[in-house]
Nanobody, 120 residues
Framework: QVQLVESGGGLVQAGGPLRLSCAASGRTFRSYTMAWFRQAPGKEREFVARISGSGISTYYADSVKGRFTIARDNAKNTVYLQMLSLKPEDTAVYYC?????????????WGQGTRVTVSA
């Protein structure tokens, strides 16, 4: 069982930065692929970025590529999402998710979400 707790959301002006954190419980954090998803008002949840257990491999949605960076600190059981050049369309609730590294399917564990609001 993995418990995920996101933090770092808030209100930011367009063009500004924000960093989200996701703290995970458990002693096998490096065994999990970690990801960020987001859900904007009235829209379906969408994938943002993911990172392998080792942190070597990352993958981004086209909409955030070049602006967002996902990283992890396995010693701290934490994954981060550094967001730069934020746009109003980045406004959403951001969720951290985890799945075992051997799995390519759905994510097993989810956090409660942290809200990001980008003002124009």
């Amino acid at each position: 069982q993995v418990q995920l707790v996101e933090s770092g959301g808030g209100l930011v002006q367009a063009g500004g930065p924000l960093r989200l954190s996701c703290a995970a419980s458990g002693r096998t954090f490096r065994s999990y692929t970690m990801a960020w998803f987001r859900q904007a008002p009235g829209k379906e949840r969408e994938f943002v970025a993911r990172i392998s257990g080792s942190g070597i491999s990352t993958y981004y949605a086209d909409s955030v590529k070049g602006r967002f960076t996902i990283a992890r600190d396995n010693a701290k059981n934490t994954v981060y999402l550094q967001m730069l050049s934020l746009k109003p369309e980045d406004t959403a609730v951001y969720y951290c998710a985890a799945r075992p590294s051997w799995s390519a399917g759905s994510y097993h564990y989810w956090g409660q979400g942290t809200r990001v609001t980008v003002s124009a």
